[in-house]
């Protein structure tokens, strides 16, 4: 969770990893819509991702449905479009490993250079330069703008960014089950000491969607308990909804969403730094909110290049 004290400066000496006009740290859906509507803008794009895949929400955190009743922002249009040919979109769910090979094509297409397994955990305003943690050690990119799209807004608060603290510690897991009937409607399951366990149908036969919110007031122990709820929601599931009885995990979600996190006072924000992450907010967003978040970042990173062409 982001918090108000930052961390340590980059060094002045870092070998550099890349150089661009703008830097996008964190590859979900907030970051990957941002670092497409730079590259639209004419921008040179650099994005790090920690993990090994881009839109982690959706292969890996498995966040596969749109909400209702939300307009869908243009750069996230132009994903669900391609998907929709390749059947792997219907009726507001995605299908989430075609979502991952498909924002790979888009941002090579692009141009957008994307580093994985890079860690990008501090951001000098001042410099430009971001420290990243690499297999090759630490290495920094050199981008005039940054947009921090990571889900605890770390750059930001290394930039000197500052938060309101969270209402609640809950979170939010999933995973997806295979060998089962799934439920024609969204099936709430009561599991003791879990407050929500749901199971949707995605979009193929024998396979299901649970997920599960559960309280997280331990932050240090917040992903095991989760992992151990998750668990329980399973076995519930068998026991419980028809259809069920032989169901087998076939992906789990790598981390939990916090369904509250702290809130980024906008004002502390450097005027070359944008955030694209929940902390916007201070809730977890569906995927229409953070692929709008990616474009207003954008935006503010292409008028910043145009004031600065201009000055």
Known sequence: MAQNTPNPQTPATLDLLDEADVL????????????LSCAEAGLRVALAEERGALGWEIPHGLDLFLAEKEAVPPTLQRVLDELTKRNAFRAGTLDPVATECLLDDLTQAAGVRVHFRAFAGT??????????T??????????PFLIDATENSRL??????????????????????????PPAAPARVEVEGVSEVTARATLWPNEAHLSIVTDA?????AESQARFALAKAIEAARATLPGFEKANLSLSAHESFALRCPKLVPSSLPGN??????????????LQARAGLGEAA?????AARAAGATA
């Open 217 to 221: 007031k331990d932050a240090a122990r």
């Open 298 to 302: 954008a935006k503010k990173a292409a």
């Open 24 to 35: 996008v740290a964190g590859g979900g859906l907030a970051g990957v819509c941002a670092a």
């Open 273 to 286: 730094v944008a955030v694209a992450g929940p902390a916007v907010k201070g809730e977890r967003l569906s």
């Open 123 to 132: 951001y000098d305003a001042e410099r430009g330069v971001a420290r990243l």
């Open 156 to 181: 930001a608060v290394s930039a000197g960014a500052r938060f309101e603290a969270a209402s609640d510690a809950r979170v939010a897991r999933a995973c997806l089950l295979t060998g089962v009937e």
């Open 134 to 143: 690499t297999k090759s050690g630490p290495l920094g990119i050199r981008a």
